[in-house]
């Protein structure tokens, strides 16, 4: 069965949430699920349902990670070391066929922000193998992701209780 590319980006709530939505309904279908949460270290809710499942992996950020706003170029750059490690273990996984459905979550931030090997990933997405199924969450998608994509949803945020003062909630928003 041919694999398809899927892009959940936009500025509105809920790119990750359908990305692990997806990997709940593929995990329950039999699938072998394979996430990379890029600039993400912190715990949230969906980890612990999604690390309880013998077919979902999960590599992550480093739990003591600033916010990008707040690094030093010298933690920019282990960042940006670290992630590109994750993205060469994710495309591994794909391409020696140990995963159906990749997820590569807020890999647009870390491409935009040049904090992972773009050229990599440029190319793992434009030659990905056949009957991989892959999703790219983010904003600001590169013309090249959107190209290479068969699904594109755009969250568009029309009203959100942050802009309101209200902080993210522990179990809506992580």
């Not at 980890?47 to 920019?76: C, H, S, V, Y």
């Not at 790219?136 to 003062?165: N, Q, S």
Request: net charge neutral; hydrophobic share 40%; proline share 5%.
């Amino acid at each position: 069965m041919k694999g398809c590319t899927h892009i959940y980006c936009g500025d509105g709530k809920g790119k990750t949430t359908a990305a692990m939505g997806l990997a709940i309904r593929a995990a329950g279908n039999g699938k072998n699920v394979f996430i990379v949460q890029f600039l993400k270290g912190g715990p949230t809710g969906e980890l612990k349902i999604l690390l309880a499942q013998p077919n979902i992996t999960i590599l992550r950020g480093r739990p003591d990670t600033p916010f990008t706003w707040n690094m030093t170029k010298e933690q920019k750059e282990e960042v940006t070391a670290y992630q590109t490690q994750q993205l060469q273990q994710a495309i591994r996984h794909a391409q020696n066929g140990r995963c159906d459905l990749l997820i590569l979550d807020e890999v647009m931030a870390s491409c935009n922000l040049g904090m992972i090997d773009a050229e990599m990933l440029k190319a793992f997405i434009q030659n990905k193998p056949e009957a991989l199924e892959l999703v790219l969450t983010g904003r600001d998608p590169a013309g090249y992701m959107i190209e290479a994509a068969d699904y594109v949803t755009e969250m568009k945020k029309i009203k959100h209780p942050f802009d309101a003062g209200l902080p993210a909630r522990l179990g809506v928003e992580w």
